[in-house]
């Protein structure tokens, strides 16, 4: 016989799913919370390190903007904004290379219009900068299609194809440069060899003598 103090709670396995359903929406909820709360945080530490960087760039201390850049993308591999202030930074430090490094990663991601023709634009001036006149055209014609009325890349663009006129040029001249020392060195390695054929036959001629 059981003891009547005793109360023995029967639940029906409908019960039991109920509940471990409600158990599990709420394990989702939390977590889902949880994950929400850290990515709000994330942002908001990637915009105040991004505001950082851009005082420090303001104020001309490129090299301690370049770290705040960095640390925000820790933050966000993928913040085109980041990317672009960074590889502006690398710029302003005269590192071309890495600034078109930077800029060019950005050229695949989506973002507004802007900001797009901007990017753009950097790196044509970076390319610029590393005597890269063909690519810099090329930058600066896709800067314009983002923003066509941007007089300052349409004058770059009217620049950098100047300088890729003149450098052809030059590798022209210096190909043709090139070509006349090749054609004189050989024609004096004929005469060179000319003049050793005559001395070898007029010493075979003395020696039948």
Known sequence: MLNP?????????????YIFVLVLIAFNVSAQQKTDSIKIETQKDER???????????????????????KSLEKNKESTVGTYNLGNSLYKEGKFDEAVSRYSQNINQ???????????????NAL????????AVDA???????S???????????????KLQQQQQQQKQQQQKDQNKD????????QQQQQKNDKDQKEIGRAHV
């Open 48 to 70: 105040k390190l991004i505001r950082e960087g851009n005082d420090l760039y303001n104020k001309k201390k490129f090299a301690d903007a370049e770290i705040q850049y960095r």
């Open 183 to 190: 054609n004189k060195d050989q024609k004096q390695q004929q």
């Open 148 to 162: 066509p009325d941007d007089k300052d890349t349409r004058y770059n663009l009217a620049y950098a194809m100047s």
């Open 128 to 135: 610029m900068e590393s005597k890269k006149y063909e690519e």
């Open 140 to 146: 600066y014609k896709n800067a314009l299609k983002a």
């Open 5 to 17: 103090d005793n109360k023995i709670l029967v639940l029906s396995l409908r019960n039991v799913a």
């Open 110 to 124: 989506k973002m507004p219009s802007e900001l797009k023709a901007k990017n753009y634009h950097n790196l044509g």
